[in-house]
C-alpha cells in the first residue's frame, strides 16, 4: 500500500495549483483522509479533510481558497488550492488514518499512511 502525491510546482501569488493523491494497492477501503504541510522550520500542520463520506473541515488559513475532495472508487483525494499567497509554501504531504487492503484471503489494516510530500511554491 503506497500513497502517492503528485502536482507541486512553483506558482505565482494569487494563482491556482492542483493536488492528487492517489493510494495504490489491492485497496478494500480507506477512512478519512486528509493533506497536511510543513513549510521550512516549521511544524507540520492540517490542511484540510475529508470522510469517506465527504464531510470536510480546514484550517482556519485556507479556508474559502482550498477545497480538498475525493473519489473512493479511484481511491483519491485532491486539494485544490486558490488564491494561493506566499505563506502557502510548503510540501504537502496525503495522510490516509486507516486503509483496509487485501492480502491474499485477508484484509489487513493500515493506520496513518503518509505519501512522499510535493513541494508547492509560492512566488512571483
Known amino acids: 500500500v503506497q500513497l502517492q502525491a503528485s502536482g507541486g510546482g512553483l506558482v505565482q501569488p494569487g494563482g491556482s495549483l492542483g493536488l492528487p493523491c492517489t493510494v495504490s494497492?489491492?485497496?478494500?477501503?480507506?477512512?478519512?483522509m486528509g493533506w497536511y504541510r510543513q513549510a521550512p522550520g516549521k511544524q507540520r500542520e492540517l490542511v484540510a479533510t475529508i470522510t469517506r463520506g465527504g464531510t470536510t473541515t480546514y484550517a482556519d488559513s485556507v479556508k474559502g481558497r482550498f477545497t480538498i475532495a475525493r473519489d473512493n472508487g479511484k481511491n483519491a483525494v485532491y486539494l485544490q488550492m486558490n488564491s494561493l499567497k506566499p505563506e502557502d509554501t510548503a510540501v504537502y504531504y496525503c495522510n490516509a488514518d486507516k486503509i483496509t487492503y487485501y492480502s491474499g484471503s485477508y484484509l489487513h489494516d493500515v493506520y496513518n499512511g503518509w505519501g512522499q510530500g510535493t513541494l508547492v511554491t509560492v512566488s512571483s
Open positions: 494497492g489491492s485497496i478494500f477501503s480507506i477512512n478519512a
